[in-house]
Antibody
Framework: EVQVVESGGGLVKPGGSLRLSCAAS????????MSWVRQAPGKGLEWVGR??????????DYAAPVKGRFTVSRDDSKYTLYLQMNSLKTDDTAVYYC???????????WGQGTLVTVSS | DVVMTQSPLSLPVTLGQPASISCTSS???????????LNWFQQRPGQSPGRLIY???NRDSGVPERFSGSGSGTDFTLKITRVEAEDVGVYYC?????????FGQGTKLEIK
């Protein structure tokens, strides 16, 4: 059974840092392009960033609001995706989802999300 | 950046009746590789999103046949032939042709 499970969310002060993890199982993680998507409370979905597979160069891309502050990485040996978030702002408050390739042929798998709250 | 605009934002529908959601992009979504990277996602209340349609009109595995997608260039449509109670939720289009990828604002479907 395919599973992706996010963790690491919590309360952090503006300007602080947090690292989210996404543990994957049930599929060949090393072949998967992975994305982070967030959803502010009561709002719509916002794409955050993506990392390609190692075979495709582990290329990363980011949305403008997070570029330079957030870093997506992966550890294929641990079947884990990461989102390092620095210089956090109150606008970064959201549920953060990880998902498998959003535009692949196989229906993407999403985690249940982890809540990040940025507040003083 | 490409802006995705959905309409309507709220869609009250009677059970068993059809429903249609429009999504318009600010630039053509036809990629140089010949594909159009336009997806539709459904998010039921309290749940994570799930993809319904990829590349405009391809229904994902397990998605009921009452869901269909169509369109080209900048104009796309998601149609539900006969709305069922389980279809309540928010529907999002998403483009992946241009960087950064982007979602529409979402359309909330509710039962009248």
């Amino acid at each position: 059974e395919v599973q992706v499970v996010e963790s690491g969310g919590g309360l952090v002060k503006p300007g602080g840092s947090l690292r989210l993890s996404c543990a994957a199982s049930g599929f060949t993680f090393s072949n998967a392009w992975m994305s982070w998507v967030r959803q502010a409370p009561g709002k719509g979905l916002e794409w955050v960033g993506r990392i390609k597979s190692k075979a495709d160069g582990e290329i990363t891309d980011y949305a403008a609001p997070v570029k330079g502050r957030f870093t997506v990485s992966r550890d294929d040996s641990k079947y884990t995706l990461y989102l390092q978030m620095n210089s956090l702002k109150t606008d970064d408050t959201a549920v953060y989802y990880c998902a498998t390739h959003l535009f692949g042929q196989v229906r993407p798998y999403w985690g249940q999300g982890t809540l990040v709250t940025v507040s003083s | 950046d490409v802006v995705m605009t959905q309409s309507p934002l709220s869609l009250p529908v009677t059970l068993g009746q059809p429903a249609s959601i429009s999504c318009t992009s600010s630039q053509s979504l036809l990629h140089s590789d010949g594909n159009t990277y336009l997806n539709w996602f459904q998010q039921r209340p309290g749940q994570s999103p799930g993809r319904l349609i990829y590349k405009v009109s391809n229904r994902d595995s397990g998605v009921p046949e009452r869901f269909s997608g169509s369109g080209s260039g900048t104009d796309f449509t998601l149609k539900i032939t006969r709305v069922e109670a389980e279809d309540v939720g928010v529907y999002y289009c998403m483009q992946g042709t241009h960087w950064p990828q982007s979602f529409g604002q979402g359309t909330k479907l509710e039962i009248k």
